[in-house]
């Protein structure tokens, strides 16, 4: 009889987790733990470094590298007009120098920006994988120990892998119509700043991709598969990784168009547009990240709460 009994409650039980009083699928675990005050403050800040290496560390003065290179000093020289000259002629004069300065300026941005998100993928493991034991709690600073220690490791990695997807860029670009005996140090600058922007991140997040056939490698090798060919990101870390990237590539692609425009300003030499295109699509799609992420979790939180208090109210009748 007691067995029966206790037959009978277990099965209650399961019933009322299946469903609740509304006939609602059970609660699954709780939603990831999102620091939406963290990530706007960085993405803010993420974004207006770039916009800031877009638009001033162009007009730095060169004259600390001009000084050790004569042809620098002798080019920089033919190229200085007025003492005063705009902003617009500070950036358009050398374009070639001004997407440098872009890439050198991105690359550090990127790094600072990488490794945070590096750690908000680990911080995410480390809360659902830890349950409060001791054991735990020493695996898990024996890992913080180890991902300290093969820091440069991933970031020699990740610099691999983007100047490898800048190389391919280049050749994209060449087939889009780019000039193949002239202006390689332009194409090759913009596709440098395509591959910072949208490799350089996942790589040092996620892993390069690899053919090797271990577990790990294959799990990597699917992700990036996922992410970047089937464009299906699942949580925010993912959605940081994937808004952004084809952001820049279709700001890229778009900011091509007013260089065929026949206007002979001085702002369409290549490859200024497509480069200006891609900082300003990975701009956007960094805010559209944002908001897509802060949306959906807020919208699981209130449907949570709703649904926690329906099976209160139904367990309380």
């Not at 053919?211 to 699942?234: C, G, H, N, Q």
Request: glycine letters at 6%; one cysteine or more; aromatic letters at 10%.
């Amino acid at each position: 009889m007691p067995q029966r009994k206790s037959k009978a409650a277990k099965e209650k039980a399961s019933k009322i987790g299946a469903e609740d009083s509304q006939g609602h699928a059970p609660l699954g675990p709780p939603p990831e733990n999102f620091p939406v005050a963290a990530y706007t403050s960085v993405t803010g800040v993420h974004t207006t470094l770039l916009a800031f290496t877009a638009l001033f560390l162009p007009r730095t003065p060169v004259s600390f590298i001009t000084e050790a290179f004569p042809i620098a000093r002798q080019a920089a020289d033919d190229a200085s007009g007025s003492l005063r000259r705009s902003a617009l002629h500070l950036l358009t004069s050398n374009p070639a120098r001004t997407v440098a300065w872009i890439c050198a300026g991105t690359f550090v941005v990127q790094l600072w920006w990488a490794g945070w998100v590096r750690n908000w993928s680990f911080d995410l493991r480390r809360a659902a994988q830890n349950q409060g034991d001791a054991g735990q709690q020493t695996q898990d600073k024996l890992s913080r120990s180890q991902e300290k220690s093969q820091q440069l490791k991933t970031l020699w990695a990740a610099s691999v892998t983007t100047l490898a997807a800048s190389v391919a860029f280049y050749i994209l670009i060449v087939l889009f119509g780019a000039p193949i005996l002239s202006h390689t140090p332009h194409t090759y600058s913009l596709a440098l700043l395509v591959a910072l922007l949208t490799s350089f991140t996942p790589a040092y997040t996620l892993g390069p991709p690899s053919l090797r056939s271990d577990a790990k490698s294959l799990v990597t090798r699917l992700t990036w598969i996922r992410l970047f060919a089937e464009l299906s990101p699942r949580t925010p870390i993912e959605r940081a990784l994937v808004y952004p990237a084809a952001g820049a590539l279709l700001g890229c692609w778009s900011g091509a168009i007013p260089i065929g425009l026949d206007w002979e300003r001085p702002w369409q030499a290549w490859p200024l547009t497509p480069a200006y295109g891609a900082v300003a699509g990975y701009i956007l799609g960094s805010l559209a990240a944002l908001v897509v992420s802060s949306i959906k979790h807020l919208a699981e939180a209130d449907v949570r709460l709703h649904r926690a208090d329906a099976q209160q109210r139904a367990k309380s009748t």
